[in-house]
């Protein structure tokens, strides 16, 4: 069963064709991921897909299944000003998720004793409440804690996460979301990986993570030169399919190439009276020559950049500390970086990771601790704010602003012109305005800006946001040969395995971990430590009350102070559970209840549940 096709949609801004005439299907149930390079069309070809912008072409045509629920995840959403968190999660047509919806309203308003009475009922008869508990871990594995916030005032990520709450909460049939992973962390890209992988929905996605497209897709479309090419399977399969491909089209190619100079020799002896068998071959030499020009070579970007010399002290920190407040973000760092090292900064949104960079570039002074440079260490800092560029310049003339060359291998120079086409700005593109630029071309306009400069050591701040896998590939191998020192923050797990020879993990109350490894070798070790605590901890649980306590040796990383912590708050949460489970029976039969009565009960269920909320996450922190 078809659930989403479009049948010969186009469209073209001015002389700029983003495609033209695609067609594609989304069958029920497939995973289909939508690749390309920045500034091909992808998330105007999603905007099509859902409804959202108008196809163009006569006859073209977007259909949605009538039994699909759709959904569009977009890069920015956008709730309007006035919209708080509990109208954006909760603004459903899933009669279900409604009833949530007022029930949570009815716990807030413990003046309205009547509402609180009606929801519980509607909650009870539609037998919701297992999709209240669902709700409240989706909201909870995304760091949804305010309902009453304004979502105008939210950053960016926190807007992102409130638009994949609600979809997640209102189980469509059919979803449609362009770059899901971005600002997300690592722990909340995983459980949405996992979430995507369990369930049966149809989905058409736009992502650069190819972990993702991995393990969640079984069918690649890619959009090329207005084109669609469709491969079946996951990442790897369309490597090895898109491969085969270019090898064809080269083969195709240079034939095409052959006949074409025997053409033209052919043309350029022909005499000036020329009958209609000559017209016709002359013809076919210019359609030729059209399919000829029409192929375009996938360039590898190469640039052995001369890095200044660096010397023998290169970046180090010494025992640094930074707190706001009661809160530690860093506690106690200190490590020296020798030449050629590629480390990789891993931990939770607002762990501190932007802290430490500011830290280690002088930008922010460690309340302890000292960090000091090399003479010849000279930083190249690619910030997700300092994307300032100056929309009204030219491409070419950004970068010229910076330098007119930079120093190569052997001697050689490389101007700005010639390092903009071999980051994929070719010689018309670079006398667009930037104003005119999508937002990965932005980006990586901003991050040639910063190797332009001639570093000898890289700080980036998440570089892989909104980049095109194409780029991705190149700034990968661009950065395994750079000759200075690199130190990035990510939550692209493809491109830490890929650059970081190890990592500085963030753990609880600031403390970081140097982990000498890859990253998935890291989350594996991880995961088989968090299942033998819990299971000690289920051990532990299961021991009759009677018995003779046993004398435990300490686990390895989790002391003492910590179990006993876990073991009270898991006796508080069965106390706090056991007053909800009593409450709840009353309002089950509320005969001879009065609205006061109801009122009272309404105010201490709602204090209940912020309570058990509370233990829940102060449980979810020790043991995780």
Known sequence: MVYLELTDVSKIYGEKVLFDRVSLQVARNTKVALVAKNGTGKSTLLRVAAGIDLPEGLGSEVYIHKDARMAYLPQEPDFGKDATVMDAVFNSD?????????????????????????????????????????????????????????????????????????????????????????????????????????????????????????????????????????????????????????????????????????????????????????????????????????????????????????????????????????????????????????????????????????????????????????VNTHFGYYTQDGINLDKDKRVIEAIREIAEFIPLEKGQKLTARGLLNRFMFPDKQQQVYISQLSGGERRRLYLLTILMKNPNFLILDEPTNDLDIMTLNILEDFLIDFPGCVLIVSHDRFFLDKICQHLFIFEEDGNLRDWNGLYTEYRATRKEELAAEKAALAEKASTAPAAAPKKEEPQEHMSQETRKAIRRIEGQLKKLEEAKSKINKIFLDPTGLNPDKIADLGRELNELNEQIEEKEMEWMELVG
């Open 94 to 374: 899933n009669e279900m998720v409604r009833a949530v919806r007022d029930y949570e309203e009815a716990l807030s308003r413990t003046d309205q004793p009547e509402k609180l009475q009606n929801a519980l009922t509607r909650m009870d008869r539609l037998q919701a409440w297992d999709i209240e508990a669902r709700i409240k871990e989706v909201l909870f594995k995304l760091n949804i804690e305010r309902f009453d916030q304004k979502v105008s005032t939210l950053s960016g990520g926190q807007r992102k996460r409130v638009a994949l709450a609600k979809l997640i909460i209102d189980e469509p049939d059919l979803i449609i979301m362009d770059e899901p992973t971005n600002h997300l962390d690592l722990d909340m890209i995983e459980w949405l990986e996992e979430w995507l992988q369990s369930t049966n929905l149809t989905l058409l996605m736009v992502t650069h993570d190819r972990y993702f497209l991995e393990r969640v897709c079984n069918r690649i479309i890619e959009l090329d030169g207005g084109n669609i090419y469709h491969y079946t399977g996951n990442y790897s399969d369309f490597l090895e399919k898109k491969s085969i491909r270019e090898e064809t089209s080269a083969a195709e190619l240079d034939k095409d190439k052959k006949r074409m100079k025997k053409e033209l020799e052919w043309v350029r002896r022909m005499p000036s009276g020329r009958g209609t068998k000559a017209k016709s071959r002359i013809k076919d030499f210019h359609e030729l020559k059209n399919k000829v020009s029409g192929h375009r070579s996938e360039d590898e970007l190469t640039i052995e950049i001369k890095g200044q010399r660096l010397g023998g002290k290169i970046l180090e920190a010494h025992n640094i500390g930074k707190s706001y407040g009661d809160r530690t973000l860093v506690k106690g760092f200190s490590y020296k970086f020798q030449k050629g090292e590629r480390a990789g900064i891993v931990g939770r949104n607002g762990a501190g990771k932007s802290t430490l960079l500011h830290m280690l570039t002088k930008e922010l002074e460690p309340d302890t601790g000292k960090v000091v440079h090399g």
